[in-house]
């Protein structure tokens, strides 16, 4: 599979303005719900799902826009479904967090998407479809006691899973210092799931390091681990943000949009701007005129298959 330093850099500005625009709609009361972003962390599932191949699943959880995006998911689709709008990818039903499309799907409760992953690798492995299920999830979900029993399952039966611990360093606002005891690699190495540790916002070393972990996978071999220290800029939901400034503007240093653009030239950087925003514009503002989702719809559906 090919990529190009431009391709990666378009997909990662996709998410990134896309979920900036969300962050700048959401005090107008367009949404339903809550919402999570993704920014600072693009890199993470651009350089993991380059490798994604048709048959693979994905299982997300309440931070999914970037995941759903790079998944190769619509961003009119999704402005659709956080609007509740007919035309979003759940009909306006499943809004930020429970999502579905393809072999896509995301769910906000904390651990709950790991068991799920674990579920839908058995059935892979049951059904030799040689396919890849990708298993994204964050450091504060390594309390959550179900991951663990999940681990145990995925490594004693040799599931073809790939976990992605995208370890962002707070658990909501309780930084890991004072959350998490112990390295998280032993997390899964207990389980004897083969692990790698990168702290990187690097798209293509984050691309470059997970090939071999998902290759192994692909033939057989077991489920795989890659942990990758990251950062999220934006608050954990809207605006519930205590973390020092100081703290926020270090990582921001290392923002994987600037890494990848200072492989570009800036001519090139400057046109994917001009074309990723209008691609926003557009998906945000056909999903404000698009037809609200009649909630009735939902019970009526129920009421027939009872």
Not at 41 to 65: F, K, M, P, T, Y
Not at 279 to 303: R, Y
Request: hydrophobic share 40%.
């Amino acid at each position: 599979m090919k990529s190009t330093p431009a391709d990666s850099f378009r997909l990662m500005l996709q998410i990134r303005r896309f979920e900036e625009r969300v962050l700048e709609l959401f005090p107008r009361g367009l949404f339903y719900g809550t919402t999570h972003t993704y920014i600072g962390q693009e890199a993470n599932a651009v350089g993991v799902l380059h490798w994604l191949e048709e048959s693979d699943i994905v299982v997300s959880n309440h931070r999914c826009h970037g995941h759903f995006l790079a998944y190769g998911g619509s961003m009119h689709g999704l402005a659709s479904e956080l609007m509740g709008r007919t035309t979003g990818i759940c009909a306006g039903r499943g809004g930020s967090q429970h999502i579905q499309w393809r072999n896509f799907y995301a769910n906000g409760i904390l651990g709950g998407t790991v068991p799920l992953a674990v579920g839908m690798a058995l059935a892979v492995k049951k059904q030799s479809q040689g396919s890849v299920v990708f298993s994204f999830m964050g450091d504060g979900t390594l309390g959550e006691g179900v991951v663990y029993e999940s681990l145990n399952m995925a490594s004693l039966w040799e599931l073809p899973v790939f976990f992605v611990l995208e370890n962002n360093r707070y658990a909501q606002s309780t930084p890991i210092k004072l959350h998490l005891a112990g390295e998280i690699a032993k997390r899964f190495e207990a389980f004897g799931i083969r692990t790698m540790h990168i702290d990187s916002t690097d798209v293509d070393l984050i691309r470059n390091t997970s090939e071999e972990l998902i290759t192994s996978v692909r033939k057989a071999a077991g489920p795989r681990a890659l942990i990758i220290d990251t950062y999220r800029f934006a608050p954990h939901s809207k605006g519930d943000d205590v973390r020092d400034l100081e703290e926020i503007e270090q990582f921001r240093r290392k923002d994987p949009l600037q890494l990848q653009a200072a492989k570009l030239n800036p001519t090139t950087v400057e046109e994917l701007e001009t074309e990723v925003m209008e691609q926003v514009e557009q998906a945000f503002s056909t999903a404000q005129q698009d037809p609200v989702a009649d909630a009735g719809a939902v019970t009526a559906a129920m009421d027939e298959t009872a």
